[in-house]
């Protein structure tokens, strides 16, 4: 599949905002500036990049409660993103959702979803809605390899299945489901071989690869928008932080971090860049200085604004 070279570079941007964000994210929580818990991206960008590189502002996304890229990717706010964390009035949903129910309907970004496994029946509906009004909007559905063991899982993609709803489904597996590995949660070798019992495509795409994620979505998302129904695809990736901000991860082996640090999405993608000389040194430097400066105006902006006031408590409040 060729890609144009405005795509591969905004996939490279994309990428260096969300991996500064993170980092931004895990300096001001260690500060106590941001309230609740937090659940980072790091590791995962290409994920989320390549796959909604294919969408529409119209089409939907669902997240998870490590949603902070999917959110740029789809073209969130950084100021906005950054008010909610803080627990700011200017914040997405106004300071009272925070990291883990982070939303934007105006961009087709459904919410991230704090129970786990929880988006995919948010995201088969959001599909079925899409075929009842007759439009060819297509959903991504994001969740983890833990989710995939969920009830939820089944009945999500077996109904999508059945009605051939424009729904892909991408599990971001991170071989963790907090501190349990999926060597002992799963019996079989890839999340994506369970496609074959609701009987729909299932892929396996190499999810530190930011373009192997943006074919093997490609046709996914192609599938979806034509009435072919949904697609299951398992990106296998790794979180380099533990599961939440606070979570050492010591259980995680140091042999397998270092190994899978070798494989980092960006350093790797702009080494192709760089050989394809479609990027320069120079170039890769002031992105990546855009991106610091964007995560200091957005920090200040969220400092700079104000709490919700005590009679806003159950303001847009419905559950």
């Known amino acids: 599949m ?31 500036n941001i309230p609740g818990s937090v659940h980072l991206y790091i590791g995962e960008e290409a994920v989320a990049t390549g796959a909604i590189a294919h969408l529409k502002k119209e089409d939907y996304i669902m997240s998870t409660h490590r949603g902070h890229g999917h959110l740029i990717a789809k073209g969130g706010e950084t100021n906005k993103m950054m008010a909610e964390l803080f627990a700011k009035k200017t914040g ?11 939303a934007d309907l105006d961009i087709g970004m459904l ?10 029946p948010i995201a ?4 079925l809605s899409a075929v009842l009004r007759g439009t060819d909007q297509v959903t991504i559905c994001f969740f983890g390899d833990g989710a995939s063991n969920t009830g939820r899982f089944h009945e999500g993609i077996n109904l999508a299945s059945v009605w051939h709803l424009p729904v892909v489904f991408i599990c971001e597996n991170n071989l963790w489901a907090v ?8 019996n079989v070798p890839n999340v994506a071989d369970r496609a074959v019992g609701y009987g729909i495509p299932g892929v396996v795409v190499d999810g530190m690869d930011v373009t192997a994620v943006y074919e093997t979505a490609g046709e ?27 979570d050492s991860g010591t259980y995680r082996p140091k042999e397998e971090i270092d190994e899978w640090l ?21 170039q890769a430097e002031a992105i990546d200085k855009e991106a610091l400066a964007e995560m200091d105006e957005a920090v200040k902006f969220a400092l700079e604004s104000p709490f919700p006031e005590l009679e806003e408590t159950l303001d847009n409040v419905f559950t």
């Not at 997405?92 to 982070?102: A, N, P, V």
């Not at 919410?111 to 929880?118: D, W």
């Not at 996914?220 to 606070?246: C, D, M, S, W």
């Open 111 to 120: 919410g991230a979803a704090g129970i786990v496994g929880s988006g995919i």
């Open 179 to 186: 501190s349990v590995p999926t060597s002992i949660s799963l």
């Open 2 to 32: 060729a890609i144009e070279k405005e795509k591969l570079l905004w996939m490279f941007r994309t990428m260096v905002r969300i991996r500064r964000f993170e980092e931004r994210v895990a300096r001001e929580f260690a500060d106590g």
């Open 92 to 102: 997405y949903c106004l300071g009272k959702g925070g990291s883990m129910h982070i």
């Open 124 to 127: 088969t509906g959001a599909g």
């Open 262 to 282: 070798k494989r980092d999405p960006i350093n790797s993608y702009q080494k192709k860049l760089l050989e394809m000389k479609l990027l320069t040194e120079k």
């Open 220 to 246: 996914a998302v192609a599938r979806a928008r034509n009435g072919q129904g949904p697609t299951l695809i398992e990106a296998k990736t790794y979180r380099y932080r533990g599961h939440f901000e606070g």
